[in-house]
């Protein structure tokens, strides 16, 4: 949505976020309305000094998460703007809880770009509190329309059903990447009609390499035996098994706070791994592993590998300086999906 503003088992451990997700919500709240008694101290003061948001001479954008931040300075190019990633000290987008001075950043800048789904629920407060009247605000999930697609419960998966929620893990389909980003360079066009050209010519040659890297998925995925993945973690790649036509198995959905796996969970997983004859056990980055080497221990051959996918909900800032790359990271993870689809790699 683009939006003008004027205005008790037997268990096996996982490190993960805190376990409810009310409880996450609350502490959003909290901290929402302790950051926003934070501003008003600030500009009762005066404007500060070192973090002032704007900056002379260019746009200022706002991104929550790294793809987001990745996709928007491909757009930008050269173009005069300053882009700031919310999210960079690792924490992912579930147990992310703004500080004032995330919110100041906000409420001053020119664009916001932001998922829009539950976890991204402190967004509708920290908008109405925007100074700048011809800010930009643009929800990713409602830009995706239709083609977003509902968190699931899927067979053999910790937890219970709830109401139902948009799946938020929309950066991990390349083809929505090429969507958004064309989306994106209409809305810095919007606003700045000066750089409309170069906004467009830069996303159009970035869209080329994502529909190319894309394309190579396809392939992959046509030349392989298997066409299954199970993970013992955490399930944040429904956009991409979809996109690919897999299907996928795992302990807990992508935005789950759960935090054990009971043993009829690694059980079923196991099984699922002997019935299918998976080469791999896949987990996400930052996990420690123990539940998909739970699961490999209690397969028939326990000679499965472990392999990782990485989600990109843990870029940092020190990851952006070192260079990440939405685009190289996608491309490693294509050789991760070559390795758990063919057992060779």
Same mark, same amino acid.
């Given at each position: ?11 096996? /451990? ?16 909290? +901290? ?10 600030? +500009?009762? +003061? !005066? ?61 001053? &800048? ?13 967004? /509708? ?30 067979? !053999? ?21 090429? &969507? ?16 409309? %050209? ?25 030349? /392989? ?29 992508? +935005? ?5 796996? %009971? ?25 420690? !592993? ?26 940092? /800032? ?28």
């Amino acid at each position: 949505m683009f939006i003008p503003f004027p205005a008790q088992k037997t268990t096996v /451990a996982i490190d993960k976020p805190p376990a409810s997700l009310y409880a996450q919500s609350m502490r959003k709240t909290v +901290c929402i309305l302790l950051a926003f008694s934070l501003l008003l101290g600030l +500009c009762a +003061c !005066g404007e500060p000094k070192e973090d002032t948001p704007r900056q002379a001479g260019g746009l200022h954008i706002v991104t929550t998460i790294f793809p987001l931040y990745d996709w928007v300075k491909h757009v930008v190019g050269e173009e005069d703007a300053r882009i700031t990633m919310l999210l960079d000290t690792g924490v992912d987008l579930h147990s992310f809880q703004p500080t004032a001075r995330d919110i100041l950043q906000i409420t001053a &800048c020119d664009v916001f770009l932001y998922v829009g789904g539950e976890s991204d629920s402190w967004v /509708a407060d920290a908008l109405q509190e925007a100074q700048n009247e011809n800010m930009l605000a643009l929800n990713l999930l409602s830009e995706l329309g239709d083609a977003a697609k509902a968190e699931e419960l899927a067979e !053999g998966m910790e937890g219970e059903p709830e109401d139902e929620a948009l799946d938020e893990h929309i950066w991990l389909s390349l083809k929505n990447a090429a &969507c958004l980003v064309d989306r994106i360079a209409q809305a810095l066009s919007e606003l700045d009609p000066a750089g409309a %050209s170069q906004y467009a010519a830069n996303a159009a040659a970035y869209v080329q390499k994502l529909n190319a890297l894309d394309a190579r998925y396809e392939q992959t995925v046509a030349q /392989a035996s298997v066409r299954t993945l199970l993970f013992g973690d955490r399930f944040p790649f429904r956009y991409l098994t979809d996109d690919y036509g897999l299907a996928y198995y795992a302990a807990f959905s992508g +935005c789950s706070a759960e935090t054990e796996a %009971s043993f009829e969970t690694v059980a079923f997983l196991a099984g699922k791994v002997d019935e299918l004859r998976l080469p791999a056990v896949l987990m996400i980055e930052g996990g420690d !592993g123990r539940i998909a080497q739970t699961i490999v221990n209690t397969t028939q051959t326990k000679d499965q590998t472990i392999l990782t996918l990485n989600s990109l909900q843990s870029v940092t /800032a020190k990851d952006v300086q070192n260079g990440a790359d939405y685009l190289a990271i996608m491309e490693e993870n294509l050789s991760v999906l070559q390795a758990a689809l063919t057992g060779k790699g």
